[in-house]
């Protein structure tokens, strides 16, 4: 797996991966870290900015996803509080921005999608376990049995606590990857490597039961019993065509 995290690319794309790798690094973390790492990835590519990928910015594509920035744009004239309305809109700039920035950028993106999967899983994973040593490290501290990892000091909002992240968002952190190193698992047949993405599935899966984010595990059992299924079938018969 240790070919997975590097790319034979220009040093423009090997930075603009650099970026997009760091910025999914600290996803689980405090909000600061990812805005100061895709403020640099704005730079990076203002600074690189040329006639054709400024046109490539300007596409059908990029209008829909932005449009959940433009909605709450305008929802935003009608609210009642403008000053928590602009912090909010603020927090969602990213939604605007990224689907430019990754037109503008130079980086073949489904080249490298599986790379920046991995690295995104793999922090998750860490993130997971972390959580759960601090999860332990209180428990012993205060000489509690060991179910109460089980309880609701050690559920939900109060686990993920120690990230200061919302319960919800890294369910559907873990969700994706977890999901994303199942169908890499299926393809993989180095021995070695599937004992990883076992270890690696089996951490998600409890930190995504520890989390208790009802939506989110309702939203992954549906896809791994019905989507997944079919989209996997669907993947196989192109690969045979």
């Known amino acids: 797996m240790k070919s997975s995290f590097t790319i034979k690319d220009s040093l423009e794309n090997k930075i603009s991966y650099c970026h997009l790798a760091l910025f999914l690094i600290a996803l689980p973390f405090d909000r600061f870290y990812s805005e100061l790492v895709l403020i640099s ?99 012993l501290y205060n000489k509690l049995p060991l179910s109460s990892l089980l309880s609701s000091f050690f559920i939900n909002h109060n686990f993920s606590e120690p990230v200061a992240i919302h319960a919800t968002y890294l369910s559907m952190y873990i969700a994706i990857t977890m999901i994303a190193f199942l169908y890499y698992l299926l393809d993989e047949k180095n021995n070695t490597t599937r004992i990883v993405y076992l270890l690696l599935i089996a951490v998600l899966l409890a930190g995504l039961m520890q989390l208790a984010s009802r939506a989110v595990l309702i939203a992954t059992m549906f896809i791994i019993t019905i989507a997944f299924p079919f989209l996997r079938r669907n993947a196989l018969v192109s690969r045979k065509n």
């Open 41 to 139: 990835f704005l730079f990076h590519t203002c600074f690189h900015l040329n006639a054709q990928r400024l046109r490539a910015m300007l596409n059908q594509t990029n209008l829909i996803l932005s449009s959940v920035f433009l909605v709450g744009l305008a929802g935003m004239l009608w609210s009642q509080d403008g000053t928590q309305a602009g912090k909010d809109m603020q927090r969602q700039l990213a939604i605007l921005l990224f689907p430019l920035l990754l037109s503008a950028s130079g980086l073949d993106l489904i080249a490298y999608r599986k790379r920046l999967l991995l690295v995104f899983g793999l922090t998750c994973a860490a993130t997971v376990l972390y959580l759960y040593v601090e999860a332990f490290r209180i428990i």
